[in-house]
């Protein structure tokens, strides 16, 4: 199979890529580094030439009131391009629970997206991911000092970027869903409870402090945020992952 992954040098797209081509199939890695520029549509014509199967794992370069545009952009760009070469399949990555967040507007911006693609011009599949075991550092560093680190008690279900790149590989290669597979990972933890696991793993003495205002998790309500029933679930337990990565 002819695959294009745009956003293929990312954290993603190049696990992704990698992934693909030991399974033995043709892959272009394309991003703004190999000359594809979504936003202007420079190069995109050529990335897809041949390709039956594009998978954009590409992303915003802001998550604030900005990445509604690039998202409707981009997206709408690689739809005309994709229809123009004759591409039989795409597939996106997106975030469990994207639809029931809108206020914050990188959610907004990524169900627009999910949007764009369901009404485009091509089969598709929607691979619905949650939140990386590998931003965990990230989130911790958003409402931290020198004292403490601040985080809600919003529950989440997070993977390994090495499982969500093993769905989106089993999507990619089968035949286009016209829906949403979920990915999560095995676990349910309230966010602050990660956020001292995560410390102690570090040897990092600073206490996580319950704060439901603190960060952008603090918006979200509920258990929005973790998998339905019919959600894939990885094997990858956080713990083992921490170990093998601190």
């Known amino acids: 199979m002819n695959i294009t992954v745009i956003g293929g040098t990312g954290l993603i797209g190049s696990q992704l890529v990698t992934r693909l081509r030991e399974a033995g199939h043709e892959v272009v890695a394309s991003s703004p580094s190999t000359g594809v520029d979504l936003l ?3 190069g995109v014509d050529q990335a897809l030439k041949g390709a039956d199967t594009v998978v954009n794992v590409s992303n915003s370069p802001t998550f604030d009131e900005a990445s509604p545009d690039f998202f409707r952009t981009t997206t709408g760009n690689l739809l005309s391009a994709g229809e123009r070469a004759g591409v039989g399949h795409q597939v996106i990555l997106s975030i469990v629970g994207v639809d029931q967040v809108p206020q914050l507007d990188y959610y907004r911006a990524k169900t627009l ?4 693609l369901r009404q485009g ?6 691979v619905r991911a949650t939140q990386f075991f590998e931003f965990m550092d990230a989130v911790l560093s958003w409402t931290s000092d020198e004292q403490a680190v601040r985080l809600p008690a919003t529950r989440i279900q997070p993977l390994a970027t090495a499982d969500v790149v093993q769905a989106l590989a089993d999507v990619t290669t089968a035949a286009p869903r016209n829906g949403t597979l979920d990915v999560a990972g095995p676990e349910v933890f309230p966010l602050d409870e990660l956020g001292r696991r995560t410390l102690a793993a570090r040897k990092d003495p600073r206490p996580v402090v319950t704060d439901d205002k603190a960060g952008m998790f603090a918006a979200v309500e509920g258990d929005v945020l973790i998998a339905g029933p019919d959600a894939r679930l990885s094997a990858t337990r956080y713990e083992d992952w921490l170990a093998a990565n601190s």
């Open 40 to 42: 202007t549509g420079a």
């Open 113 to 116: 997206q999910e949007d764009l």
């Open 121 to 126: 011009p091509t089969p598709y599949s929607i």
